[in-house]
């Protein structure tokens, strides 16, 4: 995993859906849901994504991710979230519906890494899940114990989840589809955090006012 690391880093909108929520004797929650419904894709990919669209499924589908591997080889990930401003022991649970091509030769699976900058600065990999999506919709799922944070004097800034692409010689279709992605942070102090999921990349005037709100509305740990 280690070593030279190009990663294509797409524009965001940060915080998208999210919602935060006081809980049991100090502890803090704060949630996100992305359902692909307003055109976005992904934050950024690594490896050989041929391409990262919004795709219209249909149905109670709606829009979804579709990721496609090209050329074969390697891992190709999509970059679905990306969590900052965690402290040691901050919890993170994320889920999200994968979908092969309806044949054994695509398929997904969550993953995670971690950041030690902005989302293309590799920090490590956190591990995932070894369930894979199969030829139906299915819920792949994970939980990461932040380490390795600023506040305990490491490097680690963020934890970006992957949606992990795995395609095989000889499919018909070497595409992966990933919808009805969640993410929840649980830890004592949220005050810094903030879940990044994509977004439609907005017109250069409304990229102006966002960066604007963005420096009025952050928030600093103390």
Known sequence: ERGSRKMKVMAFCSAAFVAAAATTAGAETMSAFYDWSDGGTVLGTYGNIGSAENYWWGGDQGSVLALTEEPMGGTPQGFVGWITGLQDGDVIDASFLGLGDGTEFSKVRIW???TTGGIDDFGGSAGGNNTYSGAEWTLLEDSWTFSGGT????????????ARVYSY?????????????????????????????????????????????GLAGRRRRH
């Open 112 to 114: 995670a890494h971690y």
């Open 151 to 162: 506040d305990s004097g490491g490097d680690h800034t963020g934890l970006v989840i992957e």
């Open 169 to 213: 010689s000889g499919q018909v279709m070497n595409t992966a589809f990933v919808d009805d992605l969640s993410i929840t942070v649980t830890g004592d102090d949220l005050s810094g955090v903030e879940i990044n999921v994509p977004g439609p990349i907005p017109a250069p005037g409304a990229l102006a006012l966002l960066g604007l709100a």
